[in-house]
């Protein structure tokens, strides 16, 4: 032995197991003003996407929806109507609850925001439709810097 002393740190202590959803606070969001030029909207999401990822990483939710965002947004008017089922499978087939969990979660952090309407069909049923649009939270943590080209819808 060369007679080096190693020091060990204790081990962290873990929350106590509750079984219950983690909690995340509810944070109005300011939806965004969506660029008529490609390199505008590209460059918007990609500041949306950055400022999700950390938020994410933050509170600790899963990633499922934001790895896919850039795969299923209409780029032309920046809204997502995608199923959730659809969601799922291009995720990996994850399962659908992860997708509606995911999807409840960012949009209590202010980071998309969701409007639907359903109708009767003629034959039975009802027909759903769903819009997700993008958002940043109304108030950002004081550690995020924007691009100087990102608009809020006032």
């Known amino acids: ?23 995340v606070a509810v944070v109005p969001p300011r939806p965004l003003l969506w660029p008529s030029t490609s390199k505008e909207r ?3 999401f ?17 990633l499922h929806f934001l790895c896919v965002a850039r795969n299923i947004i209409i780029w032309k008017d920046g809204c997502i109507k995608a199923s959730n089922n659809f969601i ?8 659908i609850d992860v997708i509606k969990r995911e999807l409840d979660q960012l949009s209590r952090l202010g980071l998309i925001t969701r409007s639907g309407t359903a109708r009767s069909r003629p034959g039975g049923g009802v027909a759903r ?26």
């Open 42 to 44: 590209f460059d918007l």
């Open 129 to 154: 439709s769903r819009e997700i649009r993008l958002a940043f939270p109304a108030l950002l943590e004081p550690w995020l810097r924007l691009p100087e080209n990102v608009q809020y819808d006032e």
């Open 88 to 95: 799922a499978d291009q995720a990996g087939g994850c399962s």
């Open 46 to 62: 990609e500041a949306w996407h950055y400022v999700a990822m950390r938020y994410a990483h933050k509170s600790r939710i899963g």
């Open 1 to 23: 032995m060369s007679g080096k002393v190693v020091k060990l740190h204790p081990p962290k202590a873990k929350p106590p197991f509750t079984g219950q959803r983690r909690a």
